[in-house]
């Protein structure tokens, strides 16, 4: 028999107060009842005695201290999954808003998951390729390997998620694959964008979207990504797919954090963003993953727009230190018309040794991809001193290896969004690069591999 | 003893009806007996930090007392295991529980069902005092586990016995003076937060040799001492931990995830037990404890796990074995405590933090030392305590970084520039420091002799003038500086390039020994000798930079670990001929 209260003493969104409470337990699920009927979804976020502080999931518009009525479920917020969710869309609270019948729940599951037991883990050692070579090249992908996108407002982040979700694939493997796409407080036309490029490819079959947008309440966002991930364990554990998950964009949902936070009136941390956003974030991303035994992955793509460009800003920051690398867009190679705009050298990819190399990718993998990295970052210094001073301040390696600069943002980095490159191909296209420079700066590769892969100059 | 929960509020809760109970508690909360500790008491009220995760509990709940404070099980059966911040075993947990982390577990630490073999090493009827040894398991095919008198206790043996048993079962009956029996298992408890007892300590004089160049030449730490590896996300701080857990020269390696990523300790489960340990060939995973409390598990137990990690490491040095701990990271641990401070609704110190950061932070890394044991037989055992921390957004003007610096003798600063151009290990030379260098400077010299520290002392002289050199060349460009400059600068970067550079991942450069390390950084420094040298004989600048010999300097860091003598006194004749050439050549001009 559940209790219905008509005590709520106070609401100060997105928190409310609920006294006389009896049997409530920490993180149980809450309904608010309206006069007019209309039911609202609160959880218990503190308890003490008999007094309750909820915490609201939608607005706190209409409600009526004296009439409404607070009624506790028994369970912490849950989802129904079934594999019939693939094709649909669904609002930030699980609900289906594309006019489609309810889902008929194989399962409910609690949003929040449980940690995975590291010894339980499998480690991501399978070699995706996405066609681009920035990722495949110098910052591979893994299954199981959650790898963000850092960008900034104005930047072309979605355009590259979108190439990714379309082109990835492990090679030689039909496995069944799904895309869970949540939008998590972005407008319309930029969660339409993703939507409509799933539409074109057809992958449209095999998605399922979760969408809490740029009008919908921020509050329910932070529900919407664990929502999105309890779909995506129950496809890959039970189903024994292989999961993409992109979340974007985590610095809404990190704002909307802070506002809860806020209205607790909690010690901030720094920018005001609580001090247990690391722990937070955590237990999002950590459900990336692969386990021993188990068919399916969640390989997870988050996107965030870095305020100011920011990569010292706390949502940044924190999500860095909990990921396996990022992929770091820059304005000024946008700004350039390098299509896709990635800042090689802050980009990284934590995961990569083991998923390159002989059986993977390809013998000279390791070596190339150090010695691009390296050279580029001498060749951008280079070209630093160049603008100061002019050229003839360069010595001749020097001159070297600024061309090899201009030529690898040219040819190996800006590749546009519909071209598709086979890991050789970007592991050639690093070769000739190479050529460019004098063999003896050549160090981080194998001399045997020097001789069987360098094009004649 | 029991009370009723008034108050959940995430991991920590309230609770009444507890005045009997002690400040320090572990309790069981609710009816799937969830672990916790009580942290503070009003009157009968005890504020209290649940190990997992609280969702579903709520005013009403029983909370029992076990009346005793958190605690470790020391015993046999520790190496090539993996536990969580509060010493439950994670693959025992898996088979109980799944692939996820379910609350209430209870599964024992030591395995109560295992027998080992006891050989008893200790006679009737001798005077024991705590930390004796009563006698012996051969634990692992590396480590020979020592079974003592516990601390706290001494007297006469009344009996001992060799054979197969079980960490609970009676191997030995000690009467102490008052003439009371005490049946002694090979398992023993210790509280986590109170450090182990010792005779005495020592101040470090043996560096740990780790195989890492940066470290072992320039910033080297002793056996005993403290050191912190600070740096940003993507800097590496996580390699340098494993790369130090791999190869360091101490008995066993205590490894803390602390609020990190779960794939790494993954990393380390699958890799140890391939790897073998470069001095005696034995899989690493043999001497190494994993203690697993990664970000999403939860809160109050990662606070908990560096000091479950320093007691087992406590317990094993009191063996007279050298332990490294390795903590990542810290900053994880300290942003644990600031959670539970908040909740607690204490008043702030900076940033959040409580104001007992710093000393939290000093006791930790006071435990470490090198110490002799208690007991009779004069052992000596060490603790080397390195702790990555990771400031926010690299800055380490922050509380973490500041109270851990103010702690630590050594400091491996990581830069995200190096790492940027995937210098690797992203040490930074030029804000580094080794305060043992003064202490170990004595065992250098009768091992290598002067020139050991001679040739590091100018290879940092060497970097520093890089750094000043750069800043002219940045505002007037190359050609303002003299010859004798553009061969500091060329030096500095073979330094660079060829020593520091070191890649974890390729088999030939990821240990280096102190000879091979040696001998490569003075072919080095005689390569700047000879060309200072063939300049003050006006031999051309930019043929000397161009000799051939270059190219396999610059590789000679790949040489067989057990054949690169030969291959260096080959670069080295080598060197000098071309040199001459040039020499020769220039005069001709």
Known sequence: MIKEYKTIREIASPLMIVEHVEGVTYDELGEIELPNGELRRCKVLEVEGDKAVVQLFESAQGINLAESKVRFLGHSQQLAVSEDMLGRVFNGMGMPIDGGPAIIAEDYKDINGLPMNPAARAYPAEFIQTGVSTIDGLNTLVRGQKLPIFSGSGLPHAALAAQIARQARVLGDNETFAVVFAAIGITFEESEYFISDFRRTGAIDRTVVFSNLANDPAVERISTPRMALTAAEYLAFEKDMQVLVILTDITNYAEALREVSAAKKEVPGRRGYPGYMYTDLATMYERAGRRQGKKGSITMIPILTMPEDDKTHPIPDLTGYITEGQIILSRELHRKGIVPPVDVLPSLSRLKDKGIGVGKTREDHAGTMNQLFAAYSRGKDAKELMTILGEAALSDDDKLFAKFADEFERRYVSQGNETNRSIEETLNIGWELLSILPRRELKRIKTEFIDKYLPEA | MSGTITKVSGPLMVAEGLADANVSDVVRVGASGLIGEILNMTGDQASIQVYEETSGLGPGDKVITTGLPLSVELGPGMLDNIYDGIQRPLPEMRALTGDSITRGANVPALNRNKKWDFTATASVGAHLAAGDELGTVQETSAILHRIMVPPGLSGTLKSIQSGSFTVTDTVAVLTDEKGVDHELPMMQRWPVRIARPYAKKYVPSRPMNSGQRIIDTLFPIAKGGTAAVPGPFGSGKTVVQHQLAKWSDVDIVIYIGCGERGNEMTDVLMEF????????????????????????????????????????????????????????STSRWAEALREISGRLEEMPGEEGYPAYLASRLAQYYERAGVVKCLGSEDREGSITAIGAVSPPGGDISEPVSQATMRIVKVFWGLDSALAYARHFPAINWLTSYSLYIDNLRAWYTEQFGESYIKNREKALRILQEESELQEIVRLVGQDALSADDRLTLETARMIREDFLQQNAFVDEDAYSSYLKQYRLLSMVLEYDALCRDALLKNADMNKLFGIPVRERIGRAKMADPNAFNEVYDDIEKQMKAEINDVIAGGEEV
């Open chain 2, 273 to 328: 037990p391939e790897l073998k340990d470069p001095r005696n060939g034995e899989p690493l995973m043999k001497r190494t404890v994993l203690i697993a409390n990664t970000s999403d598990m939860p809160v109050a137990a990662r606070e908990a796990s560096i000091y479950t990690g320093i007691t087992i490491a406590e317990y094993f040095r009191d063996m007279g074995y050298d332990v490294a701990v390795l903590a990542d």
